[in-house]
């Protein structure tokens, strides 16, 4: 039997290079509107020729287009900057998502991951609340994280990160398990390299994680509805890393100046904005004191680029990459077979630079086993 050509592996290889399909019509010169009736099934392409420029102009290979995936359940992503990122935006990094899930769902029959265990949260619980339940869950006191990735990895929470088209995007999060077993995976824009935007970013994620819904599409909530859970979200993250107790006695210790908590920064590794907020909501400073700082830091420059960013560094995302490099040193697979397992057994045939885009792998990890047929020369012998 003749393979179909897959409309749906069309649209995700368009979405994923971020164009439309105006454009990518214009790139391999054929109407928009054929285009999309490929993309809905509702017509074939009549000749080779047309997929394999596809492949050439997408980068991805012809096989991809005929491949059916064996389906996993969709959940909902929840973006950081839902409201100030483009749905193009949001549409590229959800494909990444469903690809990652493939990746992972492959590693997860080789690999015994950690476990993610939720505590068992009461009905109407707060955001300070559940903070505080998984501070306790997870044994941490009530001191500074140094290292929130490390720590989620841990718990069973995979992180990855990957280099964004905008800065608009900050994280997302999926649930991704195909197993009975919660999965959940944070990515978060390596665009930003200061460890404590990304402590923030993570402990937010973290915070839709304990307190939201993630059977429902985020896309059909209301306005209101989103700014509702976002909110909550950011209470849980501040709560989580900058607990009332011990901050507020940090706070409450020395002057109420930008340069005072810039040494705050070091030692809870959170931003200055997102402390002075913590402290405005603690009533440690008033509503005015707090617009004041903000006005101070407005001046200096210091909203897009604080103190200490460019010092403040976080350990990357190891989970992910950490059992590929096993799988391969483990010689369970060569970074070939890892390639051909993927296509053959999870449906997904893509370039190996791209699995090692997606979970932040060294580039060549998986293209080291990569043969060159060149007859021409060959290896010395000794005599």
């Known amino acids: 039997m003749k393979a179909q050509f897959n409309g749906e592996r069309l649209k995700k290889a368009r979405i994923y290079r971020g164009l439309t399909v105006a454009e990518l019509a214009e790139r391999v010169g054929c109407q928009r509107q ?7 099934s509702k017509s074939q392409p009549t000749g080779k020729e ?3 420029h596809l492949s050439r102009v997408l980068r991805f290979p012809v096989k991809f287009f005929y491949e059916h995936p064996v389906s996993s359940a969709e959940s909902t992503v929840y973006f950081r900057s839902l409201l100030t990122t483009s749905k193009k935006y949001r549409s590229e990094q959800i494909v990444k998502m469903s690809f990652l899930s493939q990746i992972y769902s492959l590693l997860q029959d080789y690999i015994s991951f950690p476990v993610y265990e939720q505590p068992a949260f009461p009905e109407g619980i707060t955001p300070e609340e559940a903070a505080y339940a998984l501070r306790d869950a997870w044994g941490l006191g009530r001191g500074p994280i140094d290292n929130i990735i490390s720590l989620v990895e841990q718990h069973g929470i995979l992180v990855t990160s990957f280099s964004t088209s905008t800065d608009d995007v900050d994280a997302f999060s999926q649930l991704v398990g195909t197993s009975g077993t919660p999965t959940y995976l ?3 824009s390596n665009n930003k390299t200061s460890a404590a935007r990304i402590h923030f970013d993570i402990a937010h994620e973290l915070g839709h994680i304990c307190l939201h819904e993630w059977s429902e599409d985020i896309e059909d909530l209301s ?3 989103f700014k509702r859970r976002e909110r909550e979200a950011n209470d849980f993250a501040a709560a989580f890393l900058l607990p009332e107790d011990t901050f507020r006695k940090d706070a409450e210790a020395g002057p109420q100046t930008i340069v005072y908590y810039k040494q705050l920064k070091k030692k809870w590794r959170v931003s200055i904005a997102a402390m002075i907020r913590r402290a405005e909501k603690l009533a440690v400073i008033s ?3 707090y617009q004041s700082l903000i006005r101070i830091m407005q001046r200096r420059g210091q909203r897009k680029e604080e103190p200490l960013d460019d010092v403040l560094i976080t350990a990357s995302p190891a989970l992910l990459k950490a059992s590929v490099m096993m799988l391969l040193q483990e010689n369970v697979f060569t970074a070939k077979e890892f390639m051909d397992e993927l296509s053959v057994e999870y449906g997904l045939s893509i370039d190996s630079t791209e699995v090692e ?5 060294p580039a060549g990890t998986l293209s080291a086993s990569k043969i060159l047929d060149f007859p021409a020369i060959q290896i ?4």
Request: glycine share 0%; no cysteine.
């Open 380 to 383: 010395k012998r000794n005599k």
């Open 357 to 361: 885009y997606l979970l932040d792998l």
């Open 34 to 40: 054929t285009l999309s009736m490929y993309e809905i």
């Open 287 to 289: 509503k005015e004191d």
């Open 186 to 188: 944070i990515a978060y």
């Open 50 to 52: 047309l997929v394999e």
């Open 223 to 225: 306005k209101e509805e």
